[in-house]
């Protein structure tokens, strides 16, 4: 098999093997011997593999020398897996049928629950197989059986290799069965497995580090096959290998989105799953702010996705962002409102903190036809539900799934900051609006930033907070402010009485700050730039009495004037 050359997707930069082999930094693998001056060899080999090479289906066949991208590769590289679905039976020379069915059988000899290896025969010696005894070659003294069409398959040629059966059993369960199911197959001396051509080059690479525990390539398209291949034939210390191997190479988000895209099988392995981790902080960090890369994201697959809303230092406006976002992405990806059902409920539901979204944008869920009309209302009752719980229930609830891949409950380091809303409709309009800001968010706003709130409404009429690190003009110093604002609509005009507190030690209680009312017009804004009438520094001293464990609690009331 050619080894394909994708230069535009990874840099081709040399890594050494002995960099990685037994005697590095490779765990359990460097107590490893190394068996290589045995490879091949009849002096120390008890059986005998003949490698049958069949031709890859056509759809799964390159246009060219190499493919043109390596979307194309991965896409061949599933085709083939599905084939070897297809394909799986155990023959004899002497047209000896083995049962497939009977459990605990390796391909059709003791091998229970996998069902997508090589073909592997068990066979007598024959009497017209030409030997090479010390290189791997192609069988040429048959050609008579090589053009045989075995269950519709033609053999394009016979590879034979000398092997070590309790060498091959020690690195692989699936040699360990297939030598060792007590059956008589099990005791002959010619063994053969069919791959496909694809996988030619892949299996020798394997079977040479089943007894050096090293490869000679480290090219990445190259291990992905090895890796393909050790994942087959259940070799887990080479998925190991070549998963360290592919995780040292630069990362790009081409060569990120194919290890994410292997098979579920080989994702699954604990071999691969640093490898799969590696590539989902490699695409979190890369969009980790999400408003820089938006048509990009739009564009990544499910599995890119995944990767990056499922990251805690996602940089969004607001989880109601998230939710706007995703859906965009679904209905673009998913035209057919079955199938988008279908990926919501299993995959971007869980990739959503519906409990840190706005309850306007709650109620919007629970009318969404993108959703499952039994999922919705379960979904926007548990957000309620946390948004309900006291500030103590809530942080037990993000601390019990700390460990958990999809985190629901945690809040992310939003643009706008969340505030949480009560609303009244009689005797007249009101709502109260509470601010919590974290000493370390203060802190960044020295010495002249400023963070937003997320908008509320009243009256419908969308507002919101901006609290700033000011200069005091009259004292010279730098002090916190904190204004409130209503979002542009034209020329609307619009009353409010407004009280501006914030809790306060020893008591903890609210204490009212400023009060006044204001006329508000599209873009205006209220407030007072040093809301506590204090330094900067002694705001945020360590004994400031304004922050409690840590937080600056902040309340607005505001009230429509009539």
């Known amino acids: 098999m050619r080894v394909l050359n994708v230069p535009d997707l990874f840099d081709q930069s040399t890594i050494m093997v002995s960099d990685f082999s037994p005697g590095g930094a490779f765990g359990s693998d460097t107590t490893e011997p190394d068996f290589g001056f ?24 390159s246009d060219g020398n190499c493919c043109s991208s ?34 605990v059988t390796v391909d059709g000899l003791t091998y229970e629950n996998r069902d997508e290896h090589a073909v592997a025969m068990i066979e007598g010696s024959p009497s017209d197989v030409g030997l090479n005894c010390n290189q791997i070659g192609n069988d040429t003294a048959h050609d008579n059986y090589s053009s045989l069409n075995k269950d519709h398959l033609t053999v394009l040629r016979v590879n034979i290799i000398h092997i070590s059966s309790p060498i091959l059993a020690a690195k692989s369960p699936f040699f360990y069965k297939l030598f060792s199911n007590g059956m008589l197959e099990s005791e002959q001396r010619y063994v053969t497995l069919r791959v496909h051509a ?92 999400v408003t820089k890369f938006q048509d990009e994201v739009l564009n990544l697959p499910l599995a890119g996705i995944e990767a ?8 969004v406006a607001s989880e109601d962002a998230v939710y706007d976002f995703l859906l965009k992405w679904a209905r673009t990806h998913y035209p057919k409102l079955e199938e988008r059902r279908r990926v919501f409920a299993i995959h971007l539901s869980r990739l959503i903190r519906f409990p840190h979204m706005t309850c306007r944008k709650l109620k919007k869920v629970l009318t969404c036809n993108d959703f499952d009309a039994e999922i919705a209302p379960k979904i926007v009752l548990n957000a309620l539900f946390f948004k309900a719980e ?43 609006v509470y601010l919590d800001l974290k000493r370390e968010e203060c802190a960044h706003l020295f010495p002249g930033g400023k963070v937003y709130s997320q908008a509320f409404h009243l009256g419908g009429q969308g ?23 209503m979002q542009e609509k034209g020329a609307v005009t619009f009353a409010v009485d407004y009280e501006f507190a914030a809790r306060s030690k020893p008591t903890e209680d609210y204490v009212s700050k400023y009060k006044g009312n ?20 002694t705001f945020m001293a360590d004994d400031s009495n304004y922050f409690i464990n840590g937080v600056l609690h902040l309340r607005a009331e505001l009230t429509v004037r009539q």
């Open 70 to 103: 390596i979307a194309v590769w991965a896409r061949n590289r599933k085709r083939r897996r599905e084939d070897f679905k297809k394909e799986i039976d155990v023959v004899q020379r002497q047209e000896q049928v083995l049962n497939c069915n009977v459990p």
């Open 198 to 289: 694809s996988e030619e080059a892949a299996l020798l690479d394997l079977l040479n580090f089943m007894y050096s525990n090293t490869l000679s390539t480290t090219t990445p398209t190259a291990l992905l096959d090895v890796l393909m291949a050790a994942d087959k034939f259940e070799v887990a210390s080479c998925m190991r290998y070549c998963s360290r191997l592919l995780r040292n190479l630069p990362m790009t988000c081409e060569s990120a989105l194919l290890y994410l895209d292997l098979p579920s099988t080989v994702l699954m392995a604990d071999a691969v799953q640093p490898l799969a981790d590696t590539a989902k902080q490699f695409l979190a960090a890369k969009y980790k702010d």
């Open 463 to 485: 507002f919101f907070f901006s609290a700033h690190c000011h200069m005091d003009r009259q004292s010279s110093f730098h002090c916190f402010g904190l204004f409130l604002g």
């Open 518 to 537: 204001y006329t508000f017009t599209g873009g205006k804004a209220v407030g007072y730039r040093n809301l506590f009438r204090i330094p900067w520094t």
């Open 390 to 432: 006291t500030p103590h229930k809530q942080r037990a609830l993000v601390s019990d799934e700390v460990n958990a891949p999809y985190r629901h409950f945690l809040e992310r380091a939003y643009k706008y900051r969340p505030v949480k809303v009560v609303e009244f409709e009689k005797p007249r309009q009101l709502c109260v």
């Open 308 to 315: 990056v809303f499922s990251s805690d230092d996602l940089q």
């Open 38 to 61: 045995a490879f091949n060899d009849s002096n120390f080999s008890d059986r005998v593999l003949r490698i049958e090479i069949i031709p890859d289906s056509p759809e799964t066949k």
